[in-house]
Every structure is written in structure tokens, then in C-alpha cells.
């Protein structure tokens, strides 16, 4: 009976709200402010039929029988989310969203269409800007706030257009920061707010109804929201809608390296005390980084004057830096600090990734006597018939993995075809000089030994337990 008594009371503590307590209004108050700003994106694409009958020309008395013989075009549409941030009707949407769109329309909340032209977009992030034509010219604008002062944790909400019903607002949280997804800059905000098609687009607000994302894919195995959602944080789109509103294209800051992360292995290796900075993996000839004096293996810990957290972190460094700006690379090289000045160069946007090599037959060639294992490394000098069977990069220089030992340290870090070109920092040529050289660095101790790795073209950085 008392234990009934006791629910009983929590009961009421928890469900009976204090006298002159006023009701919780939830989001209303933020949904009636900031949904005006708001707006559904429709794209559509124009597309001719092939193979239609001969049609009438332009301007032809009979022009208007070209829809029955088979030649009008086809559209196909895309449904999407946008918001407006400057009253003159600037609109910021994915570039998926309106890709390849002859037409772009802005639908308010309130049932009104509008035409809009496309200003600028881009591929890399995403994202893309609208300028609406036509109506007051004073739109109602949201503002973007401090993605960086987002917490995992804090009230989100999210205004779109979901399955092209219209204007809805769904609420949840931030589940995680820094989510990578494949893309070159992705520092997403993970959220647990529904997301779903149509949404793309569409403003991440926080409870000051501050835009604090662009809300732009989601995980699913179903399609719908099944809670994981990614937003770009403002701090990362606000620049670049900036200079598509400006220029109508994105002028990002370019070195011509590519940096691997730095692992707790490879971070105890060089003598840091944890992980930090991003390791040079590949040194484009023709880049400003060439030029100044970055070579591979260097491990870039300072960027301007700003400490450089991960190989993450370095490309948005770059990218936002100005171009033609000449600025202080901090690197550890080879255990030696130094400093390199760098003059920051512009990044073409269409600049291809460097190509692999063309592939050759294969040749199952037995691998000869002089295959030896190193810390779980089978290893062998570079033969034709070797260089033929694992394709390796014409510029590969030293010993071929033919094998990796299961349950070695090894296995995972290093695959069978990569060339194992240097051992603390040292060229290796045999595989007796690769074991004598792996046994000095470990001593007696047996610490982490650095491998540096030639993978296809790319260079890799590995470190190795004994």
C-alpha cells in the first residue's frame, strides 16, 4: 500500500503542473517566425523524346500540332527545401536539389510561386544560391549562427519540404559533430531530427533561430528517416554561399598535397605525445607546396599561424585561406622542426584526381627464394614478373608485400602490393637490410616502427609493432 501511495505522488509531482505555471508552447513560437522564410524547391529538366516524328518549325501556323506527333519535351521534376537569407530573395539550396534544372520556382508558405535563376553552385559541399525574380523584393531572411557553438545534445529543429508536402517542421537534437560521409570537406552535423527526401536544402535551426546547418543527406536502408540525419554547418557554408553570391563560383585556397591521418601508433613513432596535425602523402609537381619545399613523409602541425588538429581539419585551413596569401607551414621532418613559407594558390574546381595506372594481365610468377617476413611482412625485391602481377606504380622503389600475417600489427595498416620504400626513414633495397633496420628502430623495447609505403602512387605512412 505504501508503494502505491509513493507512485501515486510521483505521479502527481510529475504530471501536475504548479499553480500559475503557464502551458509549454513547445516550437510554436519559433515555427511562426521563421517559416516564412522558408520555401519548397521545384527544379525541373527539360527533355527532348528520341525518335519522335518529324515536327513543324517555329513560328509554323502548325507548330501547335507538335505536341501530337511525339516531340514535346518531357520534364522531370525534383522537389527540394531552400530558405531565404537576404531580403532582396538570395535562397540557399543543395545543388542537388536544382542540378541540371532548366527551371527553378520558390514556393512560400503562404501558396505563392515564384521564379528564381540559379547565382552559383558547388559540387564539393553541395550547396547552391537562388535569387528569386519577381514579387516585393523584401522577402522575409533567417541568419546564420556559430555551428561551432553547437553541442552534442542541444534542441535542433528542422523547417522543409518532405515528400513534397509542403511546409513541416520535425525537432530533435544533435547526436554527433564532425561526421565524415566521402566528401572532400565533410565535417557533417549528425542529428536525430527527421530528415527526409524533400528536406534536402532546407535550414538546421537552433532554439535561437539561428541557421546552424543545411540540412543535406541522411542514413537509411529504407529511404525514410530512420534518425540519422547530416547537416554543413553553418560555419562551413555561410563562406562559401558567400563567395557564390558575390562571384557565382568558389574560390578556394589550393597547397597541391594530399595528407594522410595521423595514428596513435605513428603519433608515438614521432615523439607526439597524441595524435595531431596531417601527414604529406603526395607532393603535386605543379603545386605552390612543390614549390615552397614539402616533400612526403613531412607531418604538417602548424597552417597561418593555427595549429592543424587532423588531415581533416587541413583542407578546410586551406581552402578558406585567400588566394595569392603567402603564409608559415610548421612541419616535423624526419623528427626536425622546420618552417616553409607557402604562397596559397587557387584551386581549380574540375582538377581531376591524379589517374591510376593502367592495368596489365596478370602473372602468376611463384615468388622467389629470396621472400622474407619482417614484422608480418612477407617481402621481396621488385621483379618484372612482381611489378607485373600486383601492378605496382612505376615510380615504386624498393620492396614488394607479397603476404601479411594474420593477427601481426601489420594486418590492416598494410595490403599485399604495396612497396615498402623506406623504414625509419631510411631506403631499403633487401630484405636483409629492411630486417636489420625494423630491429634497430624497435630495440629492445620493441617501440613502433615507421614504414613509409608506396600504394599505387600514393604515399602512406605506417606505424608497425614488432
Do not use: C
Request: hydrophobic residues 45%; glycine residues 10%; aromatic residues 4%.
Amino acid at each position: 500500500m505504501r508503494a502505491l501511495v509513493a507512485l501515486a505522488s510521483l505521479a502527481a509531482l510529475v504530471f501536475t503542473a504548479p499553480l500559475g505555471a503557464q502551458p509549454r508552447e513547445g516550437f510554436s513560437d519559433l515555427a511562426e517566425e521563421l517559416s516564412p522564410a522558408v520555401v519548397n524547391i521545384s527544379a525541373a529538366q527539360r527533355m527532348r523524346q528520341q525518335g519522335g516524328l518529324p515536327t513543324f518549325p517555329p513560328g509554323s501556323p502548325l507548330e501547335r500540332f507538335n505536341d501530337l506527333l511525339g516531340d514535346s519535351p518531357r520534364v522531370a521534376s525534383s522537389l527540394g527545401s531552400g530558405f531565404i537569407i537576404d531580403s532582396s530573395g538570395l535562397v540557399v539550396t543543395n545543388n542537388h536539389v536544382i542540378d541540371e534544372a532548366d527551371e527553378v520556382e520558390v514556393v512560400f508558405t503562404d501558396g505563392r510561386t515564384l521564379p528564381a535563376d540559379i547565382v552559383g553552385v558547388d559540387p564539393a559541399t553541395d550547396l547552391a544560391v537562388l535569387r528569386i525574380r519577381g514579387g516585393s523584393g523584401n522577402f522575409p531572411a533567417v541568419r546564420f549562427g556559430d555551428s561551432d557553438a553547437s553541442r552534442v545534445g542541444d534542441w535542433v529543429i528542422a523547417i522543409g519540404n518532405p515528400f513534397g508536402l509542403g511546409s513541416s517542421l520535425t525537432a530533435g537534437v544533435i547526436s554527433a559533430r564532425g561526421r565524415e560521409i566521402g566528401g572532400r570537406y565533410d565535417d557533417y552535423l549528425q542529428t536525430d531530427v527527421a530528415i527526409n527526401r524533400g528536406n534536402s536544402g532546407g535550414p538546421l535551426f537552433n532554439m535561437d533561430g539561428e541557421v546552424v546547418g543545411v540540412n543535406t543527406a541522411i542514413f537509411s536502408p529504407t529511404g525514410a528517416s530512420v534518425g540519422i540525419s547530416f547537416s554543413i554547418p553553418s560555419n562551413i557554408a555561410a563562406p562559401i554561399i558567400r563567395q557564390l553570391s558575390e562571384f557565382g563560383e568558389t574560390r578556394r585556397g589550393w597547397l597541391g598535397v594530399n595528407v594522410q591521418a595521423v595514428t596513435l601508433d605513428v603519433a608515438e613513432a614521432l615523439g607526439l605525445s597524441a595524435p595531431r596535425g596531417a601527414i604529406v602523402s603526395r607532393v603535386d609537381p605543379d603545386g605552390p607546396a612543390y614549390a615552397a619545399g614539402l616533400e612526403r613523409g613531412d607531418l604538417i602541425l602548424a597552417f597561418n599561424g593555427q595549429p592543424v588538429p587532423d588531415d581533416r581539419r587541413l583542407p578546410r585551413m586551406v581552402a578558406d585561406t585567400e588566394i595569392g596569401a603567402r603564409v608559415e607551414v610548421d612541419i616535423l621532418r624526419r623528427g626536425d622542426p622546420m618552417t616553409l613559407e607557402v604562397e596559397v594558390a587557387r584551386l581549380a574546381e574540375d582538377e581531376a584526381a591524379p589517374a591510376r595506372p593502367a592495368g596489365v594481365e596478370e602473372d602468376a610468377a611463384p615468388l622467389g627464394p629470396s621472400a622474407r617476413t619482417v614484422f608480418g611482412l612477407t617481402l621481396a625485391p621488385i621483379t618484372d614478373a612482381l611489378r607485373r602481377m600486383h601492378r605496382l606504380h612505376p615510380d615504386a622503389r624498393g620492396l614488394v608485400v607479397t603476404a601479411v600475417e594474420a593477427g601481426s600489427d601489420a594486418a590492416g595498416k598494410v595490403r599485399v602490393g604495396d612497396v615498402v620504400e623506406e623504414i625509419a626513414w631510411t631506403q631499403v633495397s633487401s630484405v636483409d637490410e629492411a630486417r636489420q633496420l625494423a630491429r634497430a628502430a624497435a630495440g629492445e623495447a620493441g617501440a613502433p616502427v615507421l614504414f613509409s609505403l608506396n600504394r599505387q602512387g600514393q604515399y602512406i605512412l605506417q606505424s608497425i609493432r614488432p
